[in-house]
């Protein structure tokens, strides 16, 4: 390219902070690898594959199983809702009503998760508004199980991830010309049409980096199951700290990380790899 | 009997406060190349998306073959366009792209296969079809467009500054092309453009847009020889506007030349003349009194010459051919006299100065 924001030497020197802000991470990501593979649970000491040996029990693969299910579920739904939203949010023409919708969708990231958890269980605990007004309405008896169970941290999961999805798709919609649309209209496509021929293998690269993001951020919740799970969705973000907290089970703990990540980040390979022979197929043909 | 294919009657548009289109009525013959030529911000393209139906004009209506198809929407129309930016379909290949108009319309895959082959015949790219958009030059999306705008045979042609991105040779080339494909399809077609070059190379009838309404629809020699008004005089060609007036008898002064002008011009009334650069000649002077000017600017073009004089506080353009042999510098004292065969006079209505 012969434009470039920035001379590579001098990106490279203003990416330094960067870089040295990420090394401290990159040292921990090993840390736990090489603490996975020790010998001992409380300290590295060997080389030992005996803690992944421990987390091979049906209690962790139900765990792995509830963890990429629930963060799959939630990335699907969110999905769902986020993809009309940000249609919505690049339609209006008021800015007042832009920023507030926008500010809105933004709030679950401005909010302490602590707090947002609390909210729910305020709203839809067994004692919460809901309840209690369904109630005194004589519409149930018996409080509804809202919380405290795999509906709840899908609810919280879909509800504090949404905005990751919103603000990408929305980049990804503007960045479609409407004379695309207006091209496709012109051939004779109706709505349905252009947003299934056009729109949608446009926005293509941009959903699936929303879905990504959510997806990772998901399998990774913690807050979110110990708060609105009640401890009885047992995701794997719980499960790592129940073995570092009361067992002191350091080497476990450090092995069903390195599970997650390798796991997460197989689901986000393998997807990006799914699309792109989709889409190089059709353009090949 | 004339043979109205498109007509707009009446069709005003308004964004807001804002008027893009006032009162616009224009008949479109069967099978003709019309432009719609005007300034940035005349209407031209507001118009033009009216047609193609991505707007709704706010008052007026648009008659296809007799048939009011103002609230048919885009897709229902059938009519092909070109776009600015072109907006051929990056997830498509060539053929794809050319096909995606047949493909709604139901048709086999061999009949789309052969469609697309003959049309990337027509533009005379025969080996791309399966190439990805991305993978193209500027010419060859050009004529992609094009094709993918004619596959599917459409009842007008709409092509809104098609040709604008390219450079001036290819655009040349282009322009001759698309002016043969338009003739061998016979389809009614509308262009719009700000390039009166490109306009008068193509069109049949050209329509002259500016402040929202119709200046002049008339042939490219008829708006060239006789301007309807002076904002059609100024656009087209490289027009001097003077303004001078008409005296007791009847005569025009200008550049010291009496003419006698047309009756319906009041004795000591102020009008504009508008005098092409190509129709004015310089002779040399000797002092600089009364008419004479004094050339400022000066330059060859290779085809011609031109020259910028100043006149009283007017600076007046001159052209003349490569042929003629006379040379003056800046500096120089000279004489202007005008075609009197070649003027065109209008009301001054008080614009004139700040077109100049």
């Not at chain 1, 067992?247 to 997650?260: D, E, Q, R, T, V």
């Not at chain 2, 790219?125 to 467009?145: C, E, F, M, Y």
């Not at chain 2, 004795?267 to 003349?273: D, E, K, L, N, Q």
């Amino acid at each position: 390219m012969s434009t470039e924001f920035l001379p590579r030497k001098q990106a490279l020197l203003f990416a330094a902070p960067a870089f040295i802000a990420i090394l401290p991470f990159l040292g921990a990501c090993f840390y736990i690898l090489r603490f996975s593979l020790s010998g001992e649970q409380g300290t590295i000491e060997g080389l030992s594959f005996q803690a992944y040996r421990d987390l091979m029990t049906p209690f962790f693969g139900r765990s792995v199983w509830l963890t990429l299910k629930l963060a799959f579920v939630a990335t699907v739904i969110v999905m769902v809702l986020a993809v009309p939203l940000a249609f919505v949010l690049t339609s209006l023409r008021s800015s007042f009503f832009r920023r507030l919708l926008t500010i809105s969708i933004l709030l679950p990231l401005i909010l302490n998760l602590l707090v947002q958890a609390y909210g729910w269980i305020l709203l839809l605990g067994p004692s919460g508004v809901l309840n209690s007004s369904l109630k005194a309405l004589g519409i149930i008896e018996r409080p509804l199980f809202l919380l405290f169970n795999e509906t709840g941290v899908l609810l919280g999961l879909v509800q504090t991830s949404l905005p990751l999805a919103v603000f990408p798709i929305v980049g990804a919609v503007r960045a479609i010309s409407p004379e695309y649309l207006e091209a496709a209209s012109s051939l004779g496509a109706g709505h349905w049409r252009t947003f299934k021929d056009v729109t949608v293998p446009l926005l293509r690269p941009g959903l699936v980096g929303a879905a990504s993001i959510v997806f990772a951020f998901n399998a990774s919740a913690f807050a979110i199951p110990l708060l609105l799970g009640g401890r009885r969705v047992q995701m794997m973000g719980l499960v790592i700290r129940d073995m570092i907290s009361p067992l002191f089970n350091w080497s476990g703990a450090a092995a069903a990380g390195m599970i997650l990540i390798v796991l997460t980040l197989f689901v986000l390979v393998a997807s990006s790899w799914l699309v792109r022979l989709t889409t190089t197929a059709k353009e090949t043909h | 009997m004339t043979n109205t294919h498109l007509n707009i009657e009446a069709v005003s548009k308004s964004f807001g406060p804002v008027t893009a289109l006032n009162q616009i009525d224009l008949k479109i013959e069967r099978g003709s190349f019309v432009c719609l030529l005007g300034p940035s911000g005349c209407g031209k393209t507001t118009l033009l998306r009216i047609i193609a139906g991505f707007e709704k004009p706010t008052a007026g209506r648009l008659l296809l073959d007799g048939t009011d198809i103002s609230e048919v929407p885009p897709h229902k129309r059938g009519f092909g366009m070109v776009f600015q930016s072109l907006a051929l379909f990056p997830h498509m290949s060539v053929a794809e792209n050319i096909a995606y108009g047949l493909k709604l319309r139901k048709t086999t895959a061999k009949e789309q296969r052969e469609r697309v082959e003959e049309l990337l015949n027509v533009v005379e790219l025969p080996h791309i079809a399966d190439r990805t958009v991305s993978a193209l030059s500027g010419g060859q999306r050009q004529r992609v467009a094009i094709a993918r705008a004619l596959a599917i045979k459409p009842k007008l042609f709409l092509l809104d500054e098609p040709l604008s991105a390219l450079d001036a040779k290819l655009r040349d080339n282009m322009q001759i092309e698309l002016r043969r494909l338009q003739q061998k399809f016979g389809v009614t077609t509308v262009l719009v453009t700000h390039d009166q070059t490109e306009a008068m190379m193509l069109a049949d009838e050209l329509v002259v847009l500016d402040h929202g309404k119709v200046q002049q629809a008339a042939t490219p020699t008829q708006v060239y020889r006789q301007p309807a008004n002076s904002l059609v005089a100024d656009f087209i060609g490289a027009a001097n506007l003077v303004k001078a007036e008409v005296d007791q008898n009847g005569q025009l002064a200008l550049f010291g030349n009496t003419f006698k002008v047309a009756a319906d011009h009041e004795p000591g009334t102020a009008v504009s003349v508008a005098v092409r650069a190509e129709n004015i000649s310089l002779r040399p002077a000797q002092a600089n009194g009364g008419s004479a000017g004094r050339v400022v600017f000066a330059r060859d073009l290779g085809a011609f010459k031109e020259w910028l004089v100043s006149v009283k506080d007017q600076e007046i353009r001159v052209r003349s051919s490569a042929s003629d042999a006379s040379e003056y510098q800046v500096g120089d004292l000279v004489h202007l006299s005008a075609d009197p065969a070649r003027l065109s006079i209008f009301p001054f209505t008080g614009s004139e100065d700040a077109a100049n």
